[in-house]
């Protein structure tokens, strides 16, 4: 299975700002995914991200809020922005070979 | 809509003591069901794809089994480092969007195994 890494692993933040995570995988994947996990949630998917094409996003999330890039096959970052309170949640990257590998997640706690 | 519903949302084991989890789950097609393992400040660590009613796999003390209607994770005789939440997904053949990779998650099971 693929190696996932994400930066920052954790970050306090205050309200009105924007955070950038970013995710790398050791090798080439054709679709990556962002998940959401709030205290006592559900994982959520919020958007799948292909190379070369536009973020796909679920009910409920838009661009504006997250936008994604995606550069390349091993790349991705997701932008939280204008962050509330509401905001503070474990964001994660997934990559797909049938099943989903996830990455060690990014702890956000927004002020 | 998809759902998928885990229970008991929190299990206390002794260590030796075997019990199962479940997974209740409604999707118009399955094209598989996800079971993962997620320590605290850590990611989903992937344990099991299951893909028809009837089939079983097995890791260590775990034991994966489905119906067309829940998954059960059997745990056997449980040590204090299986203790951790255990999460179920299940993934459609298609969902509303087209898309035949969305995952759906239930809540967990935080299981705890008292040495």
């Known amino acids: 299975s693929a190696v996932i890494s994400q930066k920052p692993s954790r970050d306090i933040c205050q309200r009105g700002t924007s955070l950038t995570i970013q995710c790398q995988v050791d090798?080439?994947?054709?679709?990556m995914f962002w998940y959401r996990q709030q205290p006592g949630q559900s994982l959520t998917l919020i958007a799948t991200?292909?190379?070369?094409?536009?973020?796909?996003?679920e009910s409920g999330f838009v661009i504006d809020k997250f936008p994604i890039s995606r550069p390349n096959l091993t790349f991705s970052t997701l932008t939280v922005s204008n962050m509330s309170p509401e905001d503070s949640s474990i964001y994660l990257c997934?990559?797909?070979?049938?099943?989903?590998?996830f990455g060690p997640g990014t702890r956000l706690l927004v002020l | 809509e998809d759902q998928v519903t885990q229970s008991p949302e929190a299990l206390r084991l002794q260590e030796g003591e075997s019990s199962s989890l479940n997974c209740s789950y409604t999707?118009?097609?399955?094209?598989?069901l996800f079971w993962y393992r997620q320590d605290p400040g850590k990611g989903p660590e992937f344990l099991f794809t299951?893909?028809?009613a009837g089939e079983e796999k097995e890791k260590e003390r775990l034991k994966a089994t489905l119906t067309k209607k829940e998954s059960f994770l059997h745990i056997t005789a449980p040590k204090p480092e299986d203790s951790a939440t255990y999460l179920c997904?299940?993934?459609?053949?298609?969902?509303?969007?087209?898309?035949?990779?969305?995952?759906?998650f239930g809540k967990g099971t935080l299981l705890t195994v008292n040495p």
């Open positions: 997934s990559v797909s070979d049938g099943a989903q590998y």
């Open positions: 090798s080439q994947v054709t679709m």
């Open positions: 991200a292909n190379q070369g094409s536009e973020a796909t996003y």
């Open positions: 999707v118009s097609g399955l094209r598989g």
């Open positions: 299951l893909y028809s």
């Open positions: 997904a299940v993934q459609p053949l298609q969902d509303s969007g087209g898309s035949n990779y969305k995952l759906t």
